[in-house]
């Protein structure tokens, strides 16, 4: 059984940076693509930033393409999300996911609060 554990989220101020790791635990996360989503206030949860499973293809939403950088260590379990030149408009709780066995997303970390003052 797969778990994520998200980490790194925090108050910023606008034009900062932070980075968001994810640490699975359980099978190795080299068989799996994982992805990052982040939920605002109010909002639905949107798709971030994705990985394949040995980094040849990374993905991106239009709205961090240029500022966010996702990458991942299989040898640590771990995938990062670098998240530059951040906005108010960034603020969200991001969560990390992964897809085990399944085309699509299906175990999800608890999330992280990012928070970016203007």
């Known amino acids: 059984q797969v778990q994520l554990v998200e980490s790194g989220g925090g108050l910023v101020q606008a034009g900062g940076s932070l980075r968001l790791s994810c640490a699975a635990s359980g099978r190795t996360c080299s068989s799996y693509a994982m992805g990052w989503f982040r939920q605002a206030p109010g909002k639905d949860r949107e798709f971030v930033a994705a990985?394949?499973?040995?980094?040849?293809?990374?993905r991106y939403a239009d709205s961090v393409k240029g500022r966010f950088t996702i990458s991942r260590d299989n040898a640590k379990n771990t995938v990062y999300l670098q998240m530059n030149s951040l906005k108010p408009e960034d603020t969200a709780v991001y969560y990390c996911?992964?897809?085990?066995?399944?085309?699509?997303?299906?175990?999800w970390g608890q999330g992280t609060q990012v928070t970016v003052s203007s």
């Open positions: 996911a992964a897809a085990v066995g399944a085309s699509e997303y299906n175990v």
């Open positions: 990985i394949s499973r040995r980094s040849s293809n990374t």
